[in-house]
C-alpha cells in the first residue's frame, strides 16, 4: 500500500507541477497580449491626432482656395495649358500672350487707382451707384 500511495502522490505532484507551469506561462501570454494591446492603442491615438491635424489642414485649404473638384479642375487646366506651351506649336505663343493679358488685367483689376477708375465708369457711363449714397439731380446743366 504505501507503493502505491507513493505513486499517486509522485504523479500527483507532476500534475501540480505541469498545472502550475500552464498557469504561468498563461499568465505570461496574458501580460504580453495586454502590453501588446496597449501599444496599440497609443499608435491608434497618435493616428487619430494626426488624422484630426489633417482635415484641419485640408478644411483651411478648402477655404482658402475652393473646394477639391473645383481644384482639381484648376490643376488639370493649367496642365493642360503647360503642356500646349510646352509643345511649342504656334498655339503656345498664343497661350503666352493670352497669360500675359490675363496677368495684366488681374494687376489692374487689383491695384487701388484702378478701383478708383472702375467706380468713376460705373457711375459716369452706367448710372451705378452705392447703396449708401445719396443722388442729387441738377439740371441748371441741360
Same mark, same amino acid.
Given at each position: 500500500?504505501? $507503493? ?6 509522485? #504523479?500527483? /505532484?507532476?500534475?501540480?507541477?505541469? *498545472?502550475? #507551469? ?11 497580449? #495586454? ?6 492603442n497609443k499608435e491608434a491615438e497618435a493616428l487619430e491626432?494626426?488624422? /484630426?491635424? /489633417? &482635415?484641419?489642414?485640408?478644411?483651411? #485649404? !478648402?477655404?482658402? *482656395? ?5 481644384l482639381q479642375r484648376i490643376l488639370e487646366d493649367y ?5 500646349? !506651351?510646352?509643345?511649342? $506649336?504656334? $498655339? ?13 488685367? &488681374?494687376?489692374? *483689376? ?7 477708375? !472702375? ?15 445719396? !443722388?442729387?439731380?441738377?439740371d441748371i446743366n441741360n
Amino acid at each position: 500500500m504505501e $507503493t502505491q500511495k507513493k505513486k499517486q502522490f509522485s #504523479l500527483s /505532484l507532476l500534475m501540480r507541477i505541469f *498545472l502550475g #507551469l500552464m498557469v504561468l506561462i498563461s499568465v505570461g501570454i496574458c501580460a504580453n497580449s #495586454l502590453m501588446y494591446y496597449n501599444q496599440l492603442n497609443k499608435e491608434a491615438e497618435a493616428l487619430e491626432k494626426a488624422l /484630426l491635424e /489633417l &482635415r484641419e489642414v485640408r478644411d483651411e #485649404l !478648402i477655404e482658402d *482656395l475652393g473646394s477639391a473638384e473645383e481644384l482639381q479642375r484648376i490643376l488639370e487646366d493649367y496642365e493642360a495649358c503647360q503642356e500646349l !506651351i510646352s509643345s511649342g $506649336t504656334p $498655339t503656345a505663343d498664343v497661350m503666352d500672350a493670352y497669360q500675359m493679358q490675363m496677368d495684366y488685367i &488681374r494687376e489692374l *483689376l487689383n491695384s487701388s487707382k484702378n478701383r478708383n477708375y !472702375i467706380i468713376k465708369i460705373a457711375k459716369d457711363e452706367l448710372g451705378l451707384y452705392f447703396a449708401d449714397e445719396e !443722388i442729387f439731380y441738377n439740371d441748371i446743366n441741360n
